[in-house]
């Protein structure tokens, strides 16, 4: 009996190996293949999150340009105010500007937080332009309205200066939109341009000064 009994686990232990081994053979496998799928599924809520993201600022940061845009509009907008009614105008364009002026520092304030490279930027294209326009509308308080079709052209007011500063925004926010790690792109480009624009490219504008001067109140 005990002779029979050796030879039966003598028999079982090879097979017992080759069962363990077959195990391990597929264990491996499963556990890798896991990882991956792990891995791929993490890279895809990152990428998803990201796009998301980008395209959310994406749209922040064209409203704010867009405010910016509008601001330079007003010293037309006042210039070509209905001259049969100057007190309505008088109220009406006044209060657009006083919600375009918050409009302006509540994006401000936001772009700060999405990028603060961004925010910068932004903010100084802001003041840069308040710098300039708000002197124009000024100048468009006084003037007597526009009286006829003929006389609505421009009477002379150039925003040329205020292109660099439209070009460091925009740089900045592709930067920040691209796949490229955004201060590397930046320092790539540096060793090639100039820096972007200061406060004192604008006339009449101080470093560090971001409002510009409000228009009169009466026409």
Avoid at 19 to 31: D, H, K, M, Q
Avoid at 92 to 118: C, F, M, P
Wanted: net charge neutral.
């Amino acid at each position: 009996m005990l002779p029979t009994m050796t030879m039966i686990l003598a028999a079982a232990h090879p097979a017992a190996r080759a069962a363990t081994s077959s195990n391990s053979a597929w264990v491996a496998p499963t556990i890798v293949i896991s990882i991956v799928a792990l891995a791929v599924s993490l890279a895809t809520f990152f990428l998803s999150g990201r796009r998301s993201r980008l395209d959310r600022q994406r749209q922040v940061f064209a409203d704010a340009l867009e405010a910016v845009m509008a601001y330079r509009e007003y010293p037309f907008i006042v210039f070509r105010r209905n001259p049969d009614d100057l007190a309505a105008e008088r109220q009406r364009i006044s209060s657009n500007l006083s919600e375009l002026q918050a409009k302006l520092n509540g994006a401000k304030g936001r772009l700060r937080v999405e990028d603060a490279y961004v925010g910068a930027r932004y903010a100084e294209l802001v003041a840069a332009t308040r710098r300039l326009a708000g002197p124009m509308i000024t100048d468009a308080w006084n003037r007597d309205p526009a009286p006829a079709d003929k006389d609505v052209h421009n009477p002379g007011w150039d925003f040329s200066a205020l292109d660099a500063y439209d070009d460091a925004y925009l740089r900045a926010v592709a930067d920040h939109l691209g796949w490229l790690h955004a201060p590397l792109r930046r320092t790539v480009r540096g060793w090639f341009h100039h820096e972007a624009p200061t406060a004192e490219s604008v006339p009449g504008t101080r470093s560090g000064t971001s409002d510009g001067p409000s228009p009169p109140a009466t026409a």
